[in-house]
Nanobody, 124 residues
């Protein structure tokens, strides 16, 4: 599975962005998908994950209520809608795909495939 993230950019605090992650491969619908981020000088952290069917989602406490992860298996794409953005959300955002891992494992970054990052910058 190859992953291509897009949609990053510069936005003012309080604004919104929608990230997309296009996948290749016919097995996309079998994978759980996630978004992670890495801010300058910090370790990568979990943002959100969605199950292969799209029926289950989990979020980091820091984005709960502001971000929404979704997927379109027909278009083999996963999305991250980000609202009420804060300067602390500034980071490179990565999408990832995994299969067979527990929720805890995925939240700790145990994924099989990673895309290149897309930079999100939130100005104050």
């Amino acid at each position: 599975v190859q992953l291509q993230a897009s949609g990053g950019g510069l936005v003012q605090a309080g604004g919104s962005l929608r990230l997309s992650c296009a996948a290749s491969g016919r097995t996309f619908s079998s994978f759980d998908m996630g978004w992670f981020r890495q801010a300058p000088g910090k370790e990568r952290e979990f943002v959100a994950v969605i199950s292969s069917s799209g029926g289950t989602t989990y979020y980091a406490d820091s984005v709960k209520g502001r971000f929404t992860i979704s997927r379109d298996n027909a278009k083999i794409t996963v999305f991250l809608q980000m609202n009420s953005l804060k300067p602390d959300d500034t980071a490179v955002y990565y999408c990832a795909a995994g299969i067979g891992y527990s929720r805890t494992g995925m939240m700790r970054g145990r994924m099989d495939f990673w895309g290149q990052g897309t930079l999100v910058t939130v100005s104050s």
